[in-house]
């Protein structure tokens, strides 16, 4: 684990729930913050979603303390109250306006802590939208993400909840500049990130693709690659597919060589990038014909010795095993809310060699409400 972990003495307060305002949460967590999620009496309804939200809250939760308040009940708000007051950080995600309604909006600590950094996970930032309601799902309709991602006409979400996870990251950008403002200045301020303009900032490429060639871009199955082999093919055993990018021309002879392509290799016609995608519905058939009379291994062995970038096809269940996130502190452990273990994905950095792991194992609703208040509870 890092040694120190670069936001020991942090204090961090959260009001969240699903998988945007967690995931602030988590990152800061996992950096070293003392992270205190705020549920309702019960607990987080997070915690007992089924189906595909059954691993928000064991992903998006480890390196928290969890306390358990009413905030619409007196005491309840005014523990709550307590708690930012002597925060450095707050995260919430709740609708737009509803803290401010029971007096915990971002206006509301202006006097009683001006350092205090003030997050608000929302699905709009300022605009005719700020007050809509969404959902990773509508970011990633109406930012233009899923047209990008299904065939035409048939527009699909992304198989992950990058618009959530990602909005997290831009928050945690936005409060880790607050802190270094408040380095300087001393006062802290109000960080907003949302889900519809994550989205829109990811699909930014595609817009300027826009201004720069005049034409639209297709959605991506349709799209005319910017290289003439970069695609998934079929090997000897059909459920062994394996990803393939062939992305300069250096890599292309290279290429060329170690699969016996020699026709390819010495042809003129093909040696530079932009002729071979005008010849795509040349080359393509060739390589899918030769890929599937080869076993994924050993297509991975002669990639691997010419460094040509290959990717198989994985599932997620299929990263427990993965061998180099389980070489290097990839995974970590969490205890699940039955008792089993589960390992389950690390921070994806790195600082002075070391990644953080975990130092508090996932809470059970309101488990340190006797840590969090001293003993005497929310009172």
Same mark, same amino acid.
């Given at each position: 684990?890092?040694?120190?972990?670069?936001?020991?003495?942090?204090?961090?307060? =959260?009001?969240?729930?699903?998988?945007?305002?967690?995931?602030?949460?988590?990152?800061?967590?996992?950096?070293?913050?003392?992270?205190? !999620?705020?549920?309702?009496?019960?607990? /987080?309804?997070?915690?007992?979603?089924?189906?595909?939200?059954?691993?928000?809250?064991?992903?998006?939760?480890?390196?928290?303390?969890?306390? *358990?308040?009413?905030?619409?009940?007196?005491?309840?708000?005014?523990?709550?109250?307590?708690?930012? &007051?002597? $925060?450095?950080?707050?995260? =919430?995600?709740?609708?737009?306006?509803?803290?401010? !309604?029971?007096?915990?909006?971002? /206006?509301?600590?202006?006097?009683?802590?001006?350092?205090?950094?003030? *997050?608000?996970?929302?699905?709009?930032?300022?605009?005719?939208?700020?007050?809509?309601?969404?959902?990773?799902?509508?970011?990633?309709?109406?930012?233009?993400? %899923?047209?990008?991602?299904?065939?035409?006409?048939?527009?699909?979400? +992304?198989?992950?909840?990058?618009? /959530?996870?990602?909005?997290?990251?831009?928050?945690?950008?936005?409060?880790? %500049?607050?802190? &270094?403002?408040?380095?300087?200045?001393?006062?802290?301020?109000?960080?907003? *990130?949302?889900?519809? &303009?994550?989205?829109?900032?990811?699909?930014?490429?595609?817009?300027?693709? !826009?201004?720069?060639?005049?034409?639209?871009?297709?959605?991506?199955? %349709?799209?005319?690659?910017?290289?003439?082999?970069?695609?998934?093919?079929?090997?000897?055993?059909?459920?062994?597919?394996?990803?393939?990018?062939?992305?300069?021309?250096?890599?292309? +002879?290279?290429?060329?060589?170690?699969?016996?392509?020699?026709?390819?290799?010495?042809?003129? $016609?093909? +040696?530079?990038?932009?002729?071979?995608?005008?010849?795509?519905?040349?080359?393509?058939?060739?390589?899918?014909?030769?890929?599937?009379?080869?076993?994924? /291994?050993?297509?991975?062995?002669?990639?691997?010795?010419?460094?040509?970038?290959? %990717?198989?096809?994985?599932?997620?269940?299929?990263?427990?095993?993965? =061998?180099?996130?389980?070489?290097?502190?990839?995974?970590? &452990?969490?205890?699940?809310?039955?008792?089993?273990?589960?390992?389950?994905?690390?921070?994806?950095? =790195?600082?002075?060699?070391?990644?953080?792991?975990?130092?508090?194992?996932?809470?059970?609703?309101?488990?340190?409400?006797?840590?969090?208040?001293?003993?005497?509870?929310?009172?």
């Amino acid at each position: 684990m890092m040694d120190p972990l670069p936001l020991e003495g942090l204090k961090v307060v =959260e009001f969240t729930h699903m998988v945007m305002g967690p995931s602030v949460g988590l990152i800061l967590g996992d950096l070293g913050a003392d992270v205190v !999620k705020v549920e309702p009496e019960g607990g /987080d309804h997070t915690r007992r979603l089924l189906g595909s939200g059954a691993g928000y809250f064991p992903m998006f939760n480890r390196n928290k303390r969890s306390i *358990c308040l009413d905030l619409k009940s007196e005491a309840g708000n005014a523990a709550a109250r307590r708690l930012v &007051e002597e $925060a450095d950080v707050m995260i =919430e995600n709740f609708r737009p306006g509803a803290l401010a !309604k029971i007096g915990l909006g971002p /206006d509301a600590f202006a006097e009683s802590n001006p350092r205090l950094i003030y *997050c608000s996970a929302k699905g709009f930032l300022a605009g005719p939208y700020e007050n809509r309601t969404a959902l990773d799902e509508v970011a990633q309709m109406m930012g233009g993400l %899923a047209y990008m991602t299904g065939p035409p006409g048939r527009p699909l979400r +992304a198989g992950a909840s990058v618009i /959530d996870i990602a909005g997290g990251m831009f928050g945690v950008i936005g409060i880790l %500049a607050a802190i &270094e403002r408040r380095h300087r200045t001393g006062r802290g301020g109000h960080v907003k *990130c949302s889900l519809f &303009e994550t989205t829109a900032f990811l699909v930014g490429q595609h817009m300027a693709q !826009k201004a720069v060639t005049g034409t639209p871009a297709a959605p991506m199955p %349709a799209r005319v690659s910017a290289w003439a082999v970069y695609d998934v093919f079929e090997t000897a055993r059909p459920d062994e597919q394996l990803f393939v990018g062939v992305v300069s021309d250096g890599q292309w +002879a290279a290429f060329c060589e170690a699969l016996g392509l020699d026709e390819f290799g010495r042809d003129p $016609a093909l +040696a530079l990038n932009n002729d071979r995608v005008l010849q795509r519905d040349r080359i393509i058939p060739v390589l899918r014909e030769l890929f599937a009379g080869m076993t994924r /291994d050993e297509l991975i062995d002669r990639l691997s010795a010419i460094s040509l970038p290959f %990717a198989p096809i994985t599932r997620p269940e299929d990263l427990f095993e993965d =061998e180099h996130l389980r070489a290097a502190n990839g995974l970590v &452990e969490v205890t699940l809310e039955d008792g089993t273990t589960a390992m389950l994905p690390a921070l994806p950095i =790195e600082i002075d060699g070391r990644k953080a792991g975990v130092r508090r194992d996932l809470p059970k609703a309101g488990q340190h409400d006797a840590d969090v208040f001293g003993g005497a509870g929310a009172h």
